[in-house]
């Protein structure tokens, strides 16, 4: 498969300084002894210097010297740097620390270690998730103890060598072959917003130097690389070893492939079974099992770094997730319909097999809702439109019954009720969801939504800044809060929202086109108009990127 860059890079290696050092030159004096005494002054310390004592002394003095310049140089001599793709060295060696500008970075396979203090902040000591050696693990084992039944470690005495070839995914070897190949990544939130796939399209190369520590302008979130196509594309999967029971089936399991650093990760979602496997660095799990919604809610509110600064430290006993932290080497089984979130420490690479069939009841009504709700989505008539909306209720309903306490299946009944013209059911079932799960920022965002549209206002506006009190960082929840204050003719309140979300997403151009509305009827015409110069300029840069994508 051929894939190309949109552009090229080539970094120049930058000149060494080199100092000169000349000789000081001395101003000479003339002193009034004569030259005799001054040659005789001479003689005496030319016969002092060079007695016994001080040969003796000078010659330790030396060895000295040679001994300390050989150890400081000896491991330099001998080390053998490794090289990054544009020809520089890199400023490290694997396993050993190294000091550079004050900052302390070990790297393995080329790929950045976390340091203490992000240690200090994302690790746990301790791990909810039982760890199997795969030798003491059969197949019939596996099926009756684990399958659809909880989570598991496969722990390798050789870690990733037992399954893979990790030299294949050192960072040199990665950018040697792939550096023009295209990568997908994205953000927490919008990866699963995007159904499970990165949204921001570069070369490798490209994410690798330029966008791996980015999340944004504004965004402290790393970008995840989050991909389909990449793994299975690439030459990557033909070291693939997994054990006798993760068999891979054709046309039926699915390959990813992940790559982000500290703080990057992928926010709450579950799907069919499917195996998470670390080749370098490490991940941080969340869990919750089918019958419990995570905290927070799902579709998520929070981006997975904002759910864990803001959401897990509240949480009681009964509603903490099971977790642990996946070490390089090791391979984590995912039961169907579990629910989960991660968080990387250090520069983590990983790839995962997923089944695109579900095989629980549960799953497969989730499954079977999907084609449904991209359908309706997609029709243009009215009639297929309300028949589709039925269907959807229906099945809900029978999840419902299965999942009770399920805060996700009551938010989305809700949902599905509104759409197809059950207005109070819908109340009752996304205000249900709430009780369930006091945290849900988007049930609030629907709750509100739902009555904006009925013309409650103040009960809309309430919901609204419930949800914004709970999560202030949330994109939608803010152009909410502008559209209920804009309907409600507060302009000024509505172009602090509007002005909220360009700092946060400063590329969407509604954004500009709302506060350009807002400026024009305000009397501010001469901004107004360069909002939307901005707006149409950012619609403009979309559609190229777009067009260029499509080319590649």
């Not at 544009?86 to 396979?109: A, F, K, Y």
């Not at 939130?189 to 159904?195: A, H, P, R, T, Y």
């Not at 941080?284 to 803001?310: A, C, E």
């Not at 709970?470 to 409600?488: F, H, R, S």
Request: net charge negative; aromatic share 10%; glycine share 6%.
């Amino acid at each position: 498969m051929t894939k190309e860059s949109a552009r090229t890079r080539k970094s120049g290696r930058p000149a060494r300084c080199k100092e000169a050092f000349r000789p000081r030159n001395r101003p000479t004096m003339r002193s009034s002894v004569d030259d005799q005494s001054v040659a005789m002054g001479v003689r005496q310390c030319v016969k002092y210097a060079w007695s016994p004592l001080l040969i003796s002394t000078l010659v330790v003095f030396l060895l000295l010297c040679f001994v300390a310049l050989s150890i400081v140089m000896f491991p330099l001599a001998t080390r053998a740097p490794e090289t990054m793709s544009d020809g520089e060295e890199e400023p490290h060696v694997e396993g050993r620390l190294l000091r550079n500008e004050s900052v302390e970075v070990q790297h393995i396979g080329g790929w950045r270690v976390a340091d203490g203090p992000t240690r200090s902040e994302l690790d746990i000591s301790h791990c909810d998730i039982q760890r199997r050696d795969v030798n003491s693990l059969t197949s019939q084992d596996f099926e009756s103890v684990y399958r659809f039944k909880k989570p598991v470690l496969i722990t390798f005495a050789n870690g990733a060598a037992g399954w893979t070839n990790p030299d294949l995914f050192r960072r040199r070897e990665l950018t040697k072959l792939y550096a023009y190949w295209s990568v997908s990544s994205g953000r927490s939130l919008d990866i699963v917003k995007s159904g499970g796939a990165g949204t921001i399209q570069t070369s490798f190369s490209e994410y690798i130097e330029e966008l791996m520590n980015k999340g944004g302008i504004n965004s402290s979130e790393p970008l995840y690389v989050f991909d389909r196509d990449f793994y299975q594309d690439s030459d990557l999967r033909h070291s693939l070893r997994p054990p006798h029971f993760f068999k891979i089936e054709e046309g039926i399991d699915e390959s990813f492939f992940f790559m982000g650093t500290t703080k990057s990760g992928v926010s709450f979602h579950k799907h069919a079974d499917a195996w998470n496997a670390v080749v370098f660095g490490r991940k941080r799990w969340f869990l919750y099992p089918p019958s419990k919604t995570p905290p927070g809610g799902v579709w998520p509110g929070y981006s997975q770094i904002d759910w864990f600064k803001l959401v897990y430290p509240t949480l009681r006993d009964d509603d903490r997730p099971i977790e642990c932290v996946q070490e390089a080497g090791e391979i984590l089984y995912l039961p169907e319909s579990y629910y989960h979130g991660t968080i990387n420490i250090g520069d983590t690479l990983a790839i995962g097999l997923q089944k695109n069939v579900a095989r629980t009841s549960v799953e497969r009504l989730f499954y079977i809702l999907r084609p449904l709700e991209l359908k309706v989505v997609q029709t243009d008539d009215e009639n297929e439109k309300s028949v589709l909306y039925e269907q959807i209720v229906e099945k809900y309903y029978r999840l419902y019954e299965l999942l009770p306490s399920s805060a996700e299946v009551c938010h989305k009944l809700g949902e599905a009720l509104f759409n197809s013209g059950h207005y109070s059911e819908a109340l009752e079932f996304t205000q249900k969801a709430i009780d369930l799960d006091p945290k849900f920022v988007v049930a609030y965002s629907s709750l509100s939504r739902y009555l904006k549209e009925q013309g409650d206002l103040n009960r809309a506006e309430v919901a609204i800044k419930t949800a914004y009190k709970l999560n202030p960082q949330n994109i939608d929840v803010i152009t909410l809060c502008a559209e209920v204050a804009e309907t409600k003719n507060d302009l000024q309140t509505a172009l602090y929202f509007y002005q909220q979300g360009i700092h946060l997403e400063p590329d969407r151009a509604l954004l500009y086109f709302r506060i350009s509305f807002i400026l024009m009827s305000l009397g501010r015409h001469e901004e107004a108009l360069q909002m939307n110069r901005r707006a149409q300029l950012l619609e403009e840069e979309h559609l190229a990127i777009q067009k260029e994508h499509e080319e590649l």
